[in-house]
């Protein structure tokens, strides 16, 4: 605290604003210090979070700039500034449809490498091997493993795949948990709560390396293809997110504004979406429901649709799987795509499941990650991935419908039964009932415990295919069952709104897979609207859109039940990002108020503007690592002086003058340096974006505002009086206190104060 | 200005506020007022705007006061606290589901009574009077005009059919007028830019009436069978949200708060567009791009999204057009689902197309609207009406196209032709190519021109509908151009891509029909991923959503090049409702200043908060109707007293006294009434939610805050200082500015400060 109570009361402060234009050049003039200090980027640690404000101000001023240039050069410079903006968002959307066809292409070969390999090169996979042949003739050119080997004993050949199975799925996955550990460790997990954090305007510059975006691309590929159980979806937002930060390195506009930049990555995050599941609405929407990020900003929303746009036309013109089209798991509807009420039932039982297993999946996930940490689990990263990968391979080579990749299995639950179509493990059997049933719900089981486990491991790791295929198999399950029993009692009143000959199908167990997917999907991520749409541009089912809708309705019912919060929300509290939810706040019993949450003007430290020293200031900036200090007059605020700049402005200001000069004496108060010629003016350091707030506001209208306007701070004032202080960390603290694990994984230690 | 320059200077100030508790009803008991005049719901006359921060406090108070409820009573309050909410929610969407369902019954009829009837009764429309007939039977039920009066001659054929056709339109289109004349005025054009202005603060009570509901469903399906140039699709809307607003007077919680009243239109408003065009999810996100209210707010898109499913069932549920599908206009294809990159070429061009054609669209109708309320039209709207409409009949029964209703004319461009389909009025006919392409371009423009004339009219009216059939229109005759062409130079490298075989057909024209459609709507309403999901939840076309896409985009890029709003913007700023546009503002060439838009304090009419007299604050608030008075202690800011709030409690408080005390003196300093007893204390009359910027702020910023948070003004303080106030209007007009057509068609004058 340094207050000098001695300094007169109220300088005649009127004429440096009134109808002056705001300008920050302007401004700098008046100061004694060189222009290039509020020009130059602000530069943030890591851990840190951006100044919104002071960001979009900068923006502004350089966008303002170029249209003051005139003639030739400003045309150029005003269209060179919008095509760079583009040419990032055509290059990424490229890009990343690229890089998605060629992780499918990948994948596809390590896959069916694990099992057999191709006579004409090893370098085909099954598909492209067989390619050619008639249909009924029989692949020849593909060779399993035993066969290559001519291993002609039963045993010796269930050995032998077996063996080579779990063998590859170990080289995989520690191959990739190597890659991460010794080059990129942020390539680790799904990516998608860093960037949320990222783009709520947290710092995390090693998240976006050039070295994450290959490592997470390789291995992505190797750690799905190995078997583990998880996804390339969410990874693939990551590296969307990467590629779209190196190309927009390229451009000083991009590189140097931390808002423009989040721009870039928000859009960027929709094409990743888009090219994960081929749906390029679902990825905007994704972006606007999940991310939040677009929302209110057309500009943000209207790029990340041509991006998605683009990186999905990128896609079906490469064409990875040859089928020319972006629908990934195409539904056939052998019904009369007329759905009846009584199938509500299974539905919303559906939903139900889906619910209370997609929180459990994320109990349990989060109970795991913090015993990996707290244990010497922790300290062998690459053995866990490959001791997991090993179990995993082992139980899945003993259940079939767990051997092959999720993809694979996800495709054939979502298919239905037709004479035309080779039965996909006896599933169209009626006789077999029981036992798909127990087979199906066994692997949802096994599925839900190794995606608990193995999301959180040192491999890059999606969970919305494992969370589809989970889904899939119990929706699967469901729709036998019902299907059954309408084969029982058909003529009971509850099934009679089916079609009476026996020959229609009236229950499409194929379509309750998809269902339960989204159910399930629904469950743990908590997304609605985006998951609707991406369900339905993944299967082609616009006709069953209502069911998804309500099938979802119910598990995010179900879901919040256990807890509000999804699993991203859960793991961005597990790292303590500083990410401020955007749901509404809602203090329910009313025992918190504004003014037991701020910091009360006692607890600050506030720099007295009238006058102090060089040496004070300096010894503060030494001192504490605030992002700034409240200036006032007495008790009346003055401003708000950020700590950055303040250092910045004194290393220039000491290295002018001798050490002695610590003394020298400086004001915060313009008028006040203009009759004091001897006082330094340090007035132009001071923020011009301050909010200040009455004490008796409702918390909720704080955390509503800081939401809103990605606010570092608020400050509050009564009569012109500061009384205190509200920081972003305080409302996050306020707003996950509820969660058990809060910060059990943080990286960073986060700046409380200031 | 009222300035007391003598009081003193500095009260201590500081018990009053540290570390107390916020409640209204604490602040209550400080004050000689009795507690209901904060508890009390704010009254807002029509063509004012609310104040949100107020209401959203007056509502947190609320649910406050139920949370501290204890035992059954609070249980049970709780759960009619929320159960109220949905039961709104559900019996809206089942209601709108049900009136949509009968108004595609009633105008199908409207319209089939206008050629012909049917002899099993009066009452039964074409379809199901011809139903149950073997395909290939003729109907002989259903007999048109001259048949049923026995004209046997062509040319009294001709004429009695004409007639009749003119005559029930005018009949029609002119009972509509009356109607919305005599009884509900706000039944008129679309309703959406009212309800945007709505869901935005407006206060247009008169909008939501139970008549309005009931004039605008009438009119709506005589206006749109009358055969104008008009849809039923925002009007639905609008239908919608009276019905929510009916409903939701009969619990208080929603009738008394303005926000939450706000909350149930933003859901019902979605549920509107899920009825109108059978999609759940594009009314969703038509209430998330569109109308911009529900972004943010987790809570009202989720509402939004059950409401739309819970209308979208209903409607399927009642299935109006027997097809038990939601998909209205379904597109069957006959290629191979695949697009050719040459396409490419005519889709860019059909974007191109929609966004010229519809900013010209957009133009013209504003032009014609100004034209009308300046010219002796205006005085006689319903005699417009009928002579627009027997213009529009006569006219139409001239063209093939343009004789029957809108949406068959759609429903049969949307799909291809097969030999399996009659042929629709020759369209499938190569050789007639020209006729055909000139009888399209001529239907299109027509309908221009009529759409630009009646949307605007004393009818509901919509202008989906005409938009997508003016862009069908266009889309088909280029997709025929593209045919023909393909056609003649089937070998040209440009066709290569397409199947080799001639029997394949390559271009869809029918596609291209969907393609112009949504280009057109893009450049008419600017909307891109709602509308994307809105035309492929229309048509069924869930593999051709690039296409659809990538013209929309182009259609919006040109689109603006002729000017940034839509029609519904446009519309917002003719009637001068203060409504601000979501999109950032940008001041491009930094003319303006916070400085300069801001009020000075020296034309602001403030209080002097120390003391002042009950006479003096009863003659500011009969004088003014601003919002609110700043009070001011010296020059320091105290803070804001609202307008209505003041006029309450003065009345109360001279009511008690005699007239002659008047002079009786009061004080807004908590502190001061303390230590003069005298005095009365009205500092619990201050709004507390005031947020204060400092001058220099950027004005982009202060536009920001107050499009996100909401705020009918901001105030300006430097040092403390009370420096100006900007109010909503104020950046309305900042906004608007530069629509030379802003206020032509106002009702209410604004206030403009305070």
């Not at 990874?235 to 390229?250: E, F, G, N, T």
């Not at 079906?316 to 509500?344: C, H, M, N």
């Not at 002086?641 to 050490?659: D, N, T």
């Not at 707030?693 to 012109?720: A, C, D, S, Y």
Request: hydrophobic residues 45%.
């Amino acid at each position: 605290m340094s207050r000098n109570e001695n300094d007169p009361l109220f300088p005649n402060g009127k004429d440096d604003y009134e109808g002056e234009d705001y300008d920050v050049s302007q401004l700098e003039e008046h100061s004694h210090r060189p222009p290039q200090l509020v020009t130059q980027p602000r530069r943030y640690k890591d851990g840190t979070s951006i100044d919104w404000l002071y960001e979009e101000a900068a923006e502004r001023e350089r966008r303002r700039q170029i249209h003051t240039l005139h003639g030739l050069r400003g045309l150029l410079t005003l269209v060179s500034n919008s095509a760079q903006m583009w040419m990032v968002i055509v290059a990424t959307g490229i890009g990343i449809g690229v890089i998605g066809a060629w992780l499918d292409v990948l994948v596809r070969w390590l896959g069916d490498i694990r099992e057999g390999r191709c006579d004409r090169g090893i370098f085909y996979n099954q598909p492209v091997c067989c390619s050619g042949l008639d249909s009924g003739e029989i692949c020849t050119s593909w060779q399993t493993w035993s066969e290559y080997l001519n291993v002609t004993s039963i045993l010796g050949q269930s050995l032998l795949q077996s063996l080579i199975y779990v063998a590859l799925a170990v080289v995989f996955s520690g191959s990739a948990a190597i890659l991460v550990k010794t080059y990129a460790p942020y390539a680790f997990h799904t990516g998608i709560p860093e960037i949320k954090a990222i783009l709520g305007g947290y710092v995390l510059d090693a998240f976006l390396s050039a070295w994450t975006l290959l490592i997470k691309s390789l291995g992505l590929a190797l750690a799905v293809s190995s078997g583990l159980s998880l996804g390339k979806e969410g990874p693939l937002v990551h590296v969307s997110c990467c590629m779209a930060r190196l190309l927009s390195k390229l451009f000083r506009q991009l590189r140097q504004n931390e808002a423009q930049k989040r721009r870039i990555l928000a859009a960027a995050a929709a094409a990743g979406v888009s090219v994960a599941f081929g749906s390029p609405l679902g990825g905007v929407l994704f972006g606007l429901e999940e991310l939040d990020t677009l929302s209110g900003e057309t500009d943000v929303m209207w790029r990340g649709f041509v991006i998605s746009v683009i990186a999905a036309v990128s896609l079906q013109y490469i064409d990875p799987f040859g089928t020319k089209k972006l629908v990934l798991f195409g539904v056939s509807s052998v019904t009369d795509d007329v759905w009846r009420a009584f199938e509500l039932i299974p539905w919303i039982t559906l939903g139900v499941i889906g619910g209370a297993l997609g929180s459990l999946l994320i109990k349990l996930n989060v109970r795991f990650a913090v015993y990996r940490r707290n244990s010497a689990l922790y300290q062998w990263p690459v053995l866990e991935v490959i001791g997991v990968s090993a179990i995993t391979a082992a139980v899945s080579y003993l259940v079939v419908f767990l051997r092959v990749q999720s993809s694979e299995l996800v495709a054939n639950l979502f298919v239905e039964c037709e004479p035309s179509r080779p039965d996909y493990h006896g599933l169209c059997n009626p006789t077999a009932l029981w036992r798909n049933v127990f087979l199906l719900v066994l692997t949802a089981l096994t599925k839900v415990f190794f995606t608990a486990w193995s999301f959180g491991m040192m491999v890059p790791a999606g969970i919305f295919l494992p969370t589809i295929a989970i889904g899939a198999c119990l929706g699967r399950a469901v729709g036998l069952v019902t299907q059954d029993l309408h084969r029982a009692y058909s003529d009971a009143w509850i099934f009679s709104a089916c079609p009476s000959e026996q020959t229609i199908p009236c229950v499409s167990p194929g379509f309750y897979s998809v269902i339960g997917a989204a159910a399930m999907l629904g469950g743990v991520t908590r997304m609605t609207i985006s998951l609707v749409v991406i369900m339905f541009e993944l299967t082609g089912a616009l006709s069953h859109v209502l069911p998804i809708m309500v099938s979802v309705m119910t598990a995010k019912w179900v879901g919040e039940a256990f807890g509000k919060e999804g699993i991203y929300p859960q793991w961005i509290a597990l790292r303590n990002y500083p990410w401020i939810p955007p749901h509404e706040y809602r203090d329910r019993d009313g025992r918190l108020t504004t003014a037991s949450v701020m910091c009360p003007v006692s607890q600050l430290v506030v720099i007295e503007g009238t006058k102090t020293t060089l040496g004070h200031l300096e010894q503060l900036v030494r001192s504490y690592d605030f992002n700034g200090f409240p200036v006032v007059q007495e008790e009346i605020f003055l401003g708000l002086v950020g700590r950055e700049k303040l250092r910045l402005a004194l290393e220039q200001l000491l290295s002018e003058r001798s050490p002695t000069e610590l003394a020298q004496e400086c004001t915060f108060i313009n008028t006040y340096a203009m009759s004091e010629p001897d006082l330094i003016d340090l007035s132009s350091l001071m923020e011009v974006s301050v909010l200040e707030l009455r004490t008796e506001v409702p918390l909720e209208l704080v955390v509503n505002t800081i939401q809103k306007m990605n606010l570092r701070q608020i400050l509050f004032t009564q009569q012109g009086k500061l009384m205190g202080l509200i920081t972003k960390s305080d409302i996050v603290d306020l707003l996950t206190v509820h969660l058990p694990h809060r910060a059990a994984l943080a990286d960073f230690v986060e700046n409380r104060r200031g």
